[in-house]
């Protein structure tokens, strides 16, 4: 039997329980020989450390002159109890405390009476919390359901939409905080532990299905568009119990993923038409816990442990790669010679 801080490791870090991994050992469910090693299109160019362990993280696009989202902004980073803000270059800006119990943060900004607004949601297991840009509560309400264990979270002009692990749909809530409804996925949501990925991009909402090891669309009211995923450790698949864990967008709509077990940073589009793999568990820092990642212009930000690390494109060291190979018009694919 496993009981305790057991379970929720199961749960949350299955390679703390059962292989004793962390990021600083840099270890594989593969053997060193299984696979060759992969030649990465990208390039830590820097990086700086948090106090204390990252649950979350997202971050803030400046807004340009109509109002919408511009390619600049501030990284958003959760602790246990902490919410830190930073610039693009690691200096701290802000910090506030939160409860404890967080499972995911998002960021949203707006105009509000001819004002840029930002607006911080903080997802509980059974609530959602909101916070402006210094930590002053705005608003709270409680989870629709007795029995939810909500997981991640997104937030878009549509709505706040967020999965629940234990009743294995995704709940839509207005940005007050309104019920909507509950959107169910027709193939049936297999969830395994806390790897339900949500993300929005532009009117449209991907989740994983991490138990098929899929990701699926659906529109912001809710109706299932389509799938995509396979399982599999090569590349274009996903591996283990449950994977993808994280799913965000770049700049240009395509989808990046992060995975958990053999960790790992893909990128797909919308369809589901596999670009390429651009960090793999030794660029990453290794272990067995999926890392969390987002785009802020050209530079691809991922958080593991404490540490925070930028990313961005060589152009020399990814001829070799399939994203140096991809012609897709990429904001990720900065014309470095380096």
Known sequence: MIAGGGLWKLFTKPGDLFYGANR???????????????????????????????IALDVERLRV????SGMGGSIYLATPNQVYIYGLSGELQYNFSIPSGLRDLAVYGSMVNGQWSTKIYALFPSAIEVYDRYGELTNRWEACSDDADYCSMAVCPEG?????ASNKHICKYQLDGTFN??????NGFIVPSYSFGITAIDGKIFCSNPGR??????TA???FVASFGKSGAGKGAFSGCCNPVVITPANNGELLTSEKGIPRVSCYSQEGSFRSVLLDAKALGGGHDAYRIRVMKDKLIVAGGD???????????SQLTDCGQCNQDCPLKVKSEK
């Open 160 to 164: 706040v939409f967020v999965t629940d």
């Open 65 to 68: 002159g109509d109002g919408t």
């Open 307 to 317: 540490k925070v690390s930028v990313f961005q494109y060589n152009k020399q060291q």
């Open 24 to 54: 600083e050992k840099g270890l594989s469910l593969m053997d060193e020989d299984d696979e060759e090693p992969l030649v990465s299109p990208y390039r830590r160019t820097y990086g700086f450390e948090v106090p204390g362990e990252i």
């Open 213 to 218: 090891h899929q990701v699926e669309q659906y």
């Open 221 to 223: 009211d809710g109706t």
């Open 181 to 186: 409804r509950f959107i169910l996925s027709p």
